[in-house]
């Protein structure tokens, strides 16, 4: 593998783990990541206080759920990654066997 | 074990008030009217263009599901803009990414569909046209190809988070320091979590980048004349 492919690669693994080591060895106890929304709600809280939304989401989900959905979207990312490059491979192939028929 | 609110960073379902969430739709409509007739284009002209279009909404896709946690306590995650913004160009990237933030609005309670049309502008329309032109630059001063991909993708994903920010702060507007103490405020918000997540995110399109470019760069450049033109 070049440098230029493992290097942004161990950059990304080090950037990744690195808050979750520092979240996990150093504070006590579970690591909790609140999400910028949450801490977006807070500001507005401060600049409008008692504001409330006027309308909620199409549909409210558990965490549970919501890790799942996340976990489903990826999955479906990964699925038209590996399906568009397995075509353009296709493809590749397809025109290499034409050139040596020609 | 991962605890936290719903870990998201686009502008919630009804935290635009209504006259804002339609401003900011209103926008956004002439940038994706525009991608959308340009994907009919390609399409129509090429139909083996899907299978590029597919790579970047998938990259989008699995980039917007990396829930990732930084040092200071929150967590956010990339857009994958960037990739699709360099590939597609930034007018077709719009509607891929207008596309994106639908399903996680409808599916995951995540941003919301009144708020659809700020964070398209601001993600899908500003992020991608950003991309597109930190890239163009880096190439016009000769920047070797790796910084600008990672110039392109990191400042993407940041100037999307700067559009979110002035939007929060337009809607909700300090009393004492009006729309600029407020987005000082949001900016502090987001910035703690994005800074690492726009370079992860750069690192991220630099090695797809580099393995679409050895690998699968000269079809891609068949299928899309003017992607040689845009990415070298």
Aim: charged share 10%.
């Amino acid at each position: 593998m070049r440098v230029a492919s493992w290097l942004p690669l161990a950059a990304f693994a080090l950037l990744t783990a690195c808050p979750w080591a520092w979240a996990t060895w150093g504070r006590a106890g579970t690591p909790q990541f609140t999400g910028t929304d949450e801490r977006a709600k807070q500001t507005i809280g401060e600049l409008r206080p008692g504001y409330r939304p006027w309308i909620g989401p199409v549909l409210q989900v558990s965490h549970g759920a919501e890790a799942a959905l996340f976990a489903g979207q990826a999955l479906f990312g990964v699925a038209l990654v590996v399906y568009s490059i397995a075509s353009c491979r296709h493809l590749k192939a397809q025109e290499r066997g034409h050139a040596s028929r020609d | 074990m991962w605890r936290g609110g719903a870990l998201t960073m686009h502008i919630m379902e009804g935290f635009l008030p209504a006259s804002h969430a339609l401003a900011w739709s209103v926008a956004a409509l002439p940038p994706v009217a525009w991608g959308m007739r340009k994907i009919n284009h390609q399409l129509r002209e090429r139909p083996e263009t899907r299978l590029i279009l597919g790579t970047s909404a998938g990259f989008s896709f699995v980039l917007s599901a990396l829930k990732l946690p930084s040092i200071a306590g929150s967590s956010s995650h990339p857009t994958g803009i960037g990739l699709g913004a360099l590939l597609l160009g930034p007018a077709v990237m719009s509607v891929l990414g207008l596309i994106v933030l639908l399903f996680q609005a409808i599916f995951l309670a995540h941003g919301g569909i009144t708020t659809l049309g700020a964070n398209t502008f601001a993600m899908a329309i500003v992020g991608s046209y950003v991309a597109a032109g930190v890239y163009r630059v880096g190439s016009s001063l000769r920047v070797p190809f790796a910084i600008s991909v990672f110039l392109a993708a990191a400042l993407s994903d940041m100037a999307t988070y700067l559009v979110t920010a002035m939007q929060l702060a337009l809607a909700f507007p300090d009393p004492h320091t009006g729309v600029y103490g407020a987005a000082l405020k949001f900016l502090a918000v987001f910035s703690l979590s994005q800074v690492p997540l726009a370079v992860i995110e750069g690192l991220l399109t630099v090695l797809v980048m580099n393995l679409l470019r050895s690998h699968a760069m000269d079809l891609m450049a068949r299928l899309l004349p003017s992607l040689g033109s845009r990415v070298r």
